[in-house]
């Protein structure tokens, strides 16, 4: 029902910035778009979660004033702004698409479990 496909990732100094982009291929209007981070070695971590409904967001602690995430629903696109890029942010970085929780009740805008995944874009920062 729906690919998505990252890009935007590349090589950048510490302390700068990078936008990534999340496209949808299908429809994914209803669908909450979630960002992972996983390192060489490591299981991904979320980095924040998005509704393609109201365009309410969720960053997750450790990302708290560093990543700003957005929708253009017109292009299927959801953004992922990273700012002040630290060396341990290095990873692939992920989208991926599931329901809406509070479909179900729940008061979190972030999905339990996902049912569609990018590709991954890979972020390196140097020091």
């Known amino acids: 029902q729906a690919q998505l496909v990252e890009s935007g990732g590349g090589l950048v100094q510490a302390g700068g910035s990078l936008r990534l982009s999340c496209a949808a291929s299908?429809?994914?209007?209803?669908?909450?778009i979630g960002w992972f981070r996983q390192a060489p070695g490591k299981e991904r971590e979320g980095v924040s979660c998005?509704?393609?409904?109201?365009?309410?967001?969720h960053i997750l602690y450790s990302w708290m004033d560093r990543v700003t995430t957005s929708r253009d629903n017109a292009k299927n696109t959801v953004y992922l702004q990273l700012k002040r890029l630290k060396v341990e942010d290095t990873g692939r970085y992920y989208c991926a698409a599931g329901p809406d929780p509070r479909r179900g009740g729940s008061a979190s805008v972030c999905p339990r479990q996902y049912t569609y995944w990018g590709q991954g874009t890979q972020v390196t920062v140097s020091s």
């Open positions: 299908g429809r994914t209007f209803g669908y909450e």
């Open positions: 998005l509704s393609t409904t109201d365009g309410s967001t």
